[in-house]
């Protein structure tokens, strides 16, 4: 049994010093790698005080605490405490009970080493799809929220049978729109994969073409403008005809003949998610069909010398790393974009690299920038010319500096 004890007023007065300390700091006196190293402990840091907060207030609570500090309610007392909305500290308060079923997430949540939010999705997936916590503990170590949420989904999805999955989805599909302060028309939507993901690449597609064509016009405007232009056009009819693929589907071959998958196979939407065999049928009824075979080309031999990405290349590059076929993800550290992205060479053309599957890597525009910039700083690039955009600041506001003709 836990001997209660009343908290040690020094751990109190060292919390105190600490904050007087924090009011203080000046990061300007630092050397940048002493303030890097700072930025990561101070984080690591404010994850331990953040679970420690909210076990105490847990206790507090229980003991009906927080009506002795004027509050009905422990969720507006913990997000007066926090600074945070009602809704934000009954999820706070929910994921610090939900933890106690996965020992070795709270372990890491004590310890700073994951945060409260990436601790939810990961207390979320493990009870809907046993199993995945070590998985996804170790991408949330040292990572973002983004692919650890992108990866519980995965695995609680495909814990769900795939037609009962898509009645669902059918279901609680939605379109919902109205005016804000401006007169503007918003809105939002909820469309089943099978719909929704060609829906969307062919925006993102036209918002790209767009893109280049304001760039060769010198013409600067935020990419979430010319993808509200994109869908406009799409909408009308007017996108162009040579936008790419609309989906792509990945569906073992047994599972469509079938009409039903087996423990194990699969049938989903590349970005997208699972959907059931007899929706790949009816899409496939007016499609322009890819197959992708095991046995097939073997994508790791197809190279080609120039920067021309060969049919069967492309093809694989975007249905993204197997066995999982999930598309693909900017690769630079950290990054998570899965749209806008360009095909990078590791090795540059210039340097004498091949365009081949292993020297190949999907980069989003402000990382790919950085990366053809250190390779022009290696010397890896010849005599090309500096790009215009290359001297802007890494995703900055600023107006990149125009090159000379």
């Known amino acids: 049994m836990t001997q209660v004890v009343a908290v040690p007023a020094a751990f109190v007065e060292r919390l105190t010093c600490l904050r007087e300390e924090l009011a203080s700091f000046e990061p300007a006196v630092y050397e940048t790698d002493a303030c890097a190293r700072l930025a990561e402990a101070l984080s690591a840091a404010a994850r331990a005080c953040d679970a420690a907060a909210l076990r105490a207030a847990v206790r507090a609570v229980e003991a009906g ?44 949540v004590l310890a700073g080493e994951v945060s409260l939010r990436q601790a939810a999705e ?23 929220l983004g692919p650890v949420r992108e990866c519980a989904r995965t695995r609680r999805l495909e814990a769900i049978d795939r037609e009962a999955l898509h009645a669902q989805q059918r279901a609680a599909r939605s379109f919902k729109h109205w005016r804000d302060d401006m007169g ?16 969307v690449n062919r925006i993102m597609a036209e918002t790209d073409r767009l893109h280049r064509v304001a760039k060769r016009a010198g013409t600067q405007e935020p990419r979430a403008a010319f993808a509200a232009d994109a869908a406009v056009r799409v909408c009308n009819g007017e996108a162009s005809p040579s936008g790419g693929v609309a989906a792509n589907i990945v569906i073992d071959w047994p599972a469509l003949v079938r009409g039903h998958t087996h423990p194990g196979e699969r049938s ?39 920067r021309h990405i060969p049919a069967e290349l492309r093809t694989a590059l975007e249905l993204g790393p197997p066995p999982e076929f999930e598309g693909v993800t900017c690769s ?21 690299g091949a365009t ?21 700083v290696a010397g890896l690039l010849g005599d090309r010319v500096r790009s215009p955009r290359s001297t802007a600041r890494r995703r900055g506001t600023g107006r990149p500096e125009r090159a000379p003709p």
């Not at 503007?184 to 829906?199: H, I, N, Q, R, S």
Request: net charge negative; hydrophobic share 35%; charged share 25%.
């Open 356 to 376: 081949s599957l292993e020297n190949l890597q999907p980069l989003c525009g402000p990382d790919h920038w950085e990366k053809t910039e250190r390779d022009r």
């Open 268 to 306: 989903h939407v590349v970005g997208g998610g699972p959907i059931p065999p007899r929706v790949v049928r009816s899409m496939m009824e007016n499609a322009f069909l890819k197959l992708v075979l095991t046995d097939g080309v073997e994508v790791q031999r197809v190279a080609h010398v120039g």
């Open 332 to 352: 630079e550290v950290g990054c998570d974009r899965r749209y806008g992205l360009e095909w990078d060479h590791k090795d540059p053309v210039a340097n004498g």
């Open 65 to 108: 605490e927080h009506h002795q500090r004027g509050f009905a309610d422990p969720r507006d007392w913990v997000a007066a405490m926090a600074g945070s909305t009602t809704s934000e500290a009954r999820d706070s308060l929910h994921t610090i009970n939900a933890i106690e079923e996965t020992p070795e997430t709270r372990d890491a």
């Open 122 to 144: 990961i207390a979320r997936a493990d009870a809907e799809a046993p199993g995945c916590e070590a998985e996804l503990l170790e991408l949330a170590k040292g990572g973002s």
């Open 184 to 199: 503007m028309v918003c809105g939002t939507f909820a469309l089943t994969p099978d719909v929704g993901v060609p829906l």
